[in-house]
């Protein structure tokens, strides 16, 4: 069964810091890979999306992802970040052709002002 | 993309019944999933909704507690029957589009058991 890893669970950060969350999937076949926030008592947002082409890929809010198949990597970064970027972010991962989605089990990002 | 919209959006139960959460889709889809995001956790698959069948159950899920219909391509429903406090979650319903990989979500359904 397909697996997700997300290593850090909380994440500390100042205002202006570099962000890179890593993620983690076990599975040997062709997949799509997500990105997706979720705010304080919001709903769950798609960041960002990977399913075939250019491994770097860029989403919103200047967020951007790197497919590295070798290493069954995702890992999700953002050069600066800010204070309303406070959020859990999950990694996921479906299999192609399939939209059943298995979800890591989130980083919690703090930013502090 | 397609547009998912759930009702309602939240309630508060007492122990013991059961609600019944809805989940329109603006457009025919091939595949609709219940997922549940307990207190603190990630997303959790309950089951795919089939249409016109059984749905398809995760480990750890059962008909008996989460049945689901689906009567068309394009509305589902979760029950949550026998409420406890441990069903207090966020449940989400998805779905998809033949030929294109990305699932979409709806907002949510804000549970809260007493």
């Known amino acids: 069964a397909q697996s997700v890893s997300q290593h850090n669970h909380h994440v500390i950060l100042s205002e202006a810091a570099s962000l890179e969350l890593g993620c983690n999937y076990s599975?040997?076949?062709?997949?799509?890979l997500f990105w997706y926030v979720q705010y304080p008592g919001q709903h769950l947002q798609l960041l960002l999306k990977?399913?075939?082409?250019?491994?770097l890929v860029k989403g919103i809010k200047g967020f951007e992802a790197e497919f590295i198949k070798s290493k069954f990597s995702f890992n999700l970064r953002k050069p600066s970040v800010q204070w309303s970027d406070t959020a859990e972010y999950f990694c996921?991962?479906?299999?192609?052709?399939?939209?059943?989605?298995?979800f890591g089990t989130g980083t919690k990002l703090q930013v502090i002002p | 993309s397609a547009v998912i919209s759930q009702k309602p959006s939240r309630d508060i139960c007492q122990r013991g019944t059961s609600l019944t959460i809805q989940c329109q889709v603006d457009?025919?889809?091939?595949?609709m999933f219940w997922y549940r995001q307990q207190p603190g956790q990630s997303l959790t698959l309950i089951a795919t909704?089939?249409?016109?069948?059984?749905?398809?159950?995760e480990s750890g899920f059962v008909i008996d507690k989460f049945p689901i219909s689906r009567p068309n391509l394009t509305f589902s429903t979760l029950t949550v029957s026998n409420m406890s406090p441990e069903d207090s979650s966020i449940y989400l319903c998805?779905?998809?589009?033949?030929?294109?990989?990305?699932?979409?979500f709806g907002q949510g359904t804000r549970l809260t058991v007493v």
């Open positions: 990977y399913f075939s082409g250019d491994p």
């Open positions: 599975y040997g076949g062709t997949v799509n």
């Open positions: 996921a991962v479906s299999l192609w052709g399939y939209q059943k989605v298995t």
């Open positions: 998805s779905a998809g589009v033949q030929g294109v990989p990305e699932a979409f």
């Open positions: 457009s025919q889809v091939t595949m």
């Open positions: 909704a089939n249409q016109g069948s059984e749905a398809t159950y």
